[in-house]
Nanobody
Framework: QVQLVESGGDLVQPGRSLRLSCEAS????????MGWFRQAAGKERELVAS???????GFADSVKGRFTISRDNTKNTVYLQMNGLKREDTAMYLC???????????????WGKGTLVTVSS
């Protein structure tokens, strides 16, 4: 069994920063891509940022230049540093990771339950 647990969500004022963390635990052989989606009330889930096992990253246009993503492979953890937060960044942020539990499988995408980010004055 694999579990992803996010942390770091909070209520912050516009312009401030937050860092989200997501740790994968359980029976893990390897982790390929990890990243973050977000879902705001009444809106579709949106890919925010992702990072491959080699460190190659990708970002949604709406967060480029403000958000960075990193990972610590020794801790099976991915981070999302969010700077210059805007009201429109308010959402539930969900972590995902594509994980192989054995050498023989192609891998499965696992999801966390989310951490809430609210940007408001």
């Amino acid at each position: 069994q694999v579990q992803l647990v996010e942390s770091g969500g909070d209520l912050v004022q516009p312009g401030r920063s937050l860092r989200l963390s997501c740790e994968a635990s359980g029976s893990i052989y390897s982790i390929d891509r990890m990243g973050w989606f977000r879902q705001a009330a009444g809106k579709e889930r949106e890919l925010v940022a992702s990072i491959g096992s080699s460190g190659i990253t990708g970002f949604a246009d709406s967060v480029k230049g403000r958000f960075t993503i990193s990972r610590d492979n020794t801790k099976n953890t991915v981070y999302l540093q969010m700077n210059g937060l805007k009201r429109e960044d308010t959402a539930m942020y969900l972590c995902y990771a594509h994980i192989r539990t054995t050498i023989w499988e192609s891998g499965t995408t696992y999801w966390g339950k989310g951490t809430l980010v609210t940007v408001s004055s």
